[in-house]
């Protein structure tokens, strides 16, 4: 089998790149080599450059060449970390995409992904249940980094607008900045903990308590909407309403904005503008929504979206894609599209409308 590694890129409104990570840093390459020997694996000139990773230090863990952009879409099973850009579905030749593509949200990204006969392996739809509860592993590091941004982000979002420490003083007497966070999976969880260890009053909402929504986001200065359901849009449950309930100059974190978003009105921003921002028509609080958060720190999370990947990498590329879902129902659950179908039961039940 042919494995190509994908140089990333994204651009934002402006035009200007913000995406810095790489599905496979050298270090796994090496790994991946002596797992499975006889694979060959070309990489997109530049992949690794912005975390400080040559091409040389890809050709001396294993790789056998550096090829174009071109080149690595015509491998058997081409790796990245985003999604599949329009333009480059015709260049697919009924091979496998393995990365995260959010076809729910993109009507026009999915019709292609169809026309081009490639199989789609979703890292965002991969399922792995734990002690009865599904669990997302090749989401969950990006999931838990995301959120550690959004985190610090808050502080000194705080600290820049409003010149308040978030957690307060004890000699001021001052409240501690309140939040509230929709969902309680891995960046629910892991924001409300991150908030709470900085002192800040954290208030998490799930499904089964949704009824105190209105009752938690009320004087909130930070709201954070991180329900996900796979492969589906996340509904509107933050509505501009909710919104005017919070503290004016206050800010909001769609981190589910590349599967729709949770919050209405928001809309993406840069990572490149972190303070630059713009309030949701008809609220008064601002946005903060860049589609790919984790790349602010791109060398840590690639080291940890490749180390989350690579046990079903492994399976697929001594297996077959076939033979590997059947067998993996976590790599099962990943394949979104193949063989011109819908195969994702999410994705499968949404109207042509929400597509």
């Avoid at 009824?211 to 200065?221: D, M, N, W, Y």
């Avoid at 954070?224 to 509107?236: L, Q, R």
């Avoid at 840069?270 to 946005?287: Q, R």
């Amino acid at each position: 089998m042919l494995i190509s590694i994908l140089r990333e890129s994204k651009k934002d409104a402006k035009g200007r790149e913000v995406e810095n990570r790489v599905i496979l840093t050298p270090p796994l390459i090496t790994t991946l080599k002596k797992e499975c020997p006889k694979a060959e694996i070309i990489v997109e000139a530049d992949a690794g450059k912005k975390i400080g990773f040559t091409d040389e230090d890809y050709l001396n863990a294993g790789a056998k060449k550096i090829v174009s952009h071109e080149q690595a879409l015509s491998a058997d099973l081409v790796l990245g970390v985003k999604e599949t850009k329009l333009e480059d579905f015709n260049k697919l030749k009924k091979n496998i995409f393995m990365s995260y593509q959010h076809f729910a949200e993109s009507r026009e990204r999915t019709k292609a992904a169809l026309d081009s006969g490639a199989a789609f392996i979703c890292l965002e739809t991969m399922e792995k249940e734990i002690d009865g509860r599904k669990t997302f592993p090749c989401l969950a590091p990006m999931s838990e980094a995301a959120a550690r941004v959004v985190v610090r982000h808050a502080d000194w979002f705080a600290l820049l607008s409003k010149h308040i420490i978030g957690s307060g003083l004890s000699q001021t007497g001052f409240k501690n900045l309140k939040v509230m966070i929709l969902g309680a999976g891995t960046v629910g969880r892991t924001a409300a903990k991150e908030f709470g260890n900085r002192g800040y009053e954290v208030h998490l909402i799930d499904r089964p308590n949704l009824k105190k929504l209105s009752q938690s986001i009320e004087g909130a200065f930070f709201a954070v909407s991180s329900m996900y359901t796979s492969g589906i849009n996340p509904e509107k449950l933050i509505t501009k309403e909710l919104l005017k309930k919070m503290t004016p100059g206050g800010c909001v974190y769609p981190v589910d904005i590349d599967q729709g978003g949770g919050i209405e009105g928001a809309f993406l921003t840069s990572l490149l503008e972190p303070f630059e921002l713009k309030k949701i028509e008809g609220t008064e609080v601002y946005c903060f929504a860049p589609p790919n958060l984790p790349s602010l720190g791109a060398r840590t999370t690639s080291e940890a979206l490749g180390t989350a990947i690579l046990p079903y990498l492994i399976e697929i590329i001594n297996m077959g894609l076939d033979k590997a879902k059947e067998k993996n129902t976590t790599i099962r659950t990943g394949v979104n599209i193949t063989e011109r179908k819908i195969t994702h039961p999410g994705l499968a039940n949404l109207s042509p409308k929400q597509l």
